[in-house]
């Protein structure tokens, strides 16, 4: 076909989708909101490899396992003529069926078929950003001002899966799927366009010979090169403070760090959480004091700079329960459980946000 959209395979499936559960369940613990339902547009969230190698080519893959909605078919646009190849592999690594090779541009329809993991792309490079990728029919989620935004993470391990990934026969292994802020983006029907979290690190990080503002470079890379965020989530400050830095040179740096967000990102709403229980389950009382002046710093934080606020501090952990939710005693990371915990803290706090947000302004 010349042009517009042309059909390539049929979808094999439909996205089952049970919302109204979700809502009831999620809002719970928070003020009532509406509970109607809209549909919003869903991309899919994928990887690039050797970009800008290989002789103009990439290679390009999503693993449907990691996508914020099941997916039944993928749509993809392509945006040069020439040769693309597109091919699935199954749970076992095998490919499932012979690479299908596409040589116009234009948009094209692939299913998600039973045993699918992966689906894989031979393409141009400068395609990359511009791939457009997305479940047709969008997906159905509650009607809040969160339903088909695109929401970019910026945080430390605790906001991120892949360092965790181990064998499913692991009780403990855990994935995307399982992470708190995930919970959040199924929730309300968010698309995942960056996560810039990465394990060990804060709002300070040692750098050379001196200390860097590690947020003021990483708070400004959100961003894709088709598509500025449009909420940006921020977890951090644990490791600062597991490092032994001070609650007040902690809050400064957090202070430039939104500030720099706000600037690089005018659009974007900007949401701080505070932080839950840190440290091991044998050092539970000896972080409390000043993760609480922290959490304290991030209320006020979100007042000065007029951005948004969800209290993860909450989170029901005790030192007689804090061991069922850590992957072991003495690890400070958070089990699939501990994770679970914390996404229903975030889902009811966004709710809560919605309600007030909601509620008519006194005269």
């Not at 809002?27 to 869903?42: D, I, K, L, S, W």
Request: aromatic share 8%; with cysteine.
């Amino acid at each position: 076909m010349k042009g517009n959209k042309i059909t390539a395979l049929l979808l094999a499936m439909a996205v089952s989708l049970n919302v109204a559960a979700n809502v009831k369940q999620a809002q719970a613990a928070g003020p009532a909101v509406q509970t109607e339902t809209v549909n919003a547009p869903f991309s899919v969230h994928g990887h690039a490899v050797d970009s800008g190698k290989n002789d103009g080519r990439s290679y390009y893959y999503i693993v449907l396992s990691e996508q914020v909605r099941e997916v039944s078919g993928v749509e993809v646009t392509f945006t040069h003529d020439g040769t693309h190849k597109v091919w699935a592999v199954g749970n076992d690594g095998a490919i499932i069926k012979a690479s299908i090779r596409i040589y116009r541009k234009g948009t094209y329809r692939i299913p998600v078929t039973k045993g699918m993991a992966r689906i894989e792309f031979d393409l141009f490079t400068d395609e990359v950003p511009y791939l457009g990728l997305k479940v047709p029919g969008g997906m159905t989620v509650p009607n809040t001002p969160y339903a088909g935004h695109y929401l970019s993470i910026l945080g430390d391990s605790l906001s991120t899966a892949y360092e965790w990934k181990k064998t499913d026969e692991d009780p403990d292994a855990y994935r995307l799927i399982s992470q708190w802020w995930y919970s959040a983006a199924k929730e309300f029907g968010m698309n995942l366009l960056v996560n810039n979290s990465v394990g060990g690190t804060g709002v300070y990080q040692e750098s050379g010979e001196g200390r860097l503002d590690n947020g003021l470079w990483r708070c400004t890379s959100l961003h894709t090169a088709a598509r500025e965020p449009d909420d940006i989530f921020v977890l951090l400050g644990a490791n600062d403070i597991l490092n032994g830095r001070t609650v007040q040179d902690v809050a400064e740096g957090y202070k430039r760090m939104v500030k720099t967000m706000q600037e690089r990102y005018p659009k974007a709403n900007i949401v701080l959480f505070t932080n839950p229980h840190l440290g091991s389950a044998e050092e539970f009382d000896k972080y409390k004091a000043k993760n609480d002046a922290l959490n304290a710093e991030i209320r006020a934080i979100t007042k000065e700079c007029g951005t948004k606020l969800v209290d993860l501090a909450d989170c029901p952990f005790t030192a007689d329960n804090i061991r069922q939710y850590l992957r072991n005693p003495k690890d400070i990371h958070y089990n699939r459980s501990g994770q679970e915990l914390i996404g229903k803290a975030a889902v009811s706090g966004l709710y809560r946000l919605v309600a007030e947000d909601a509620a008519p302004v006194a005269d």
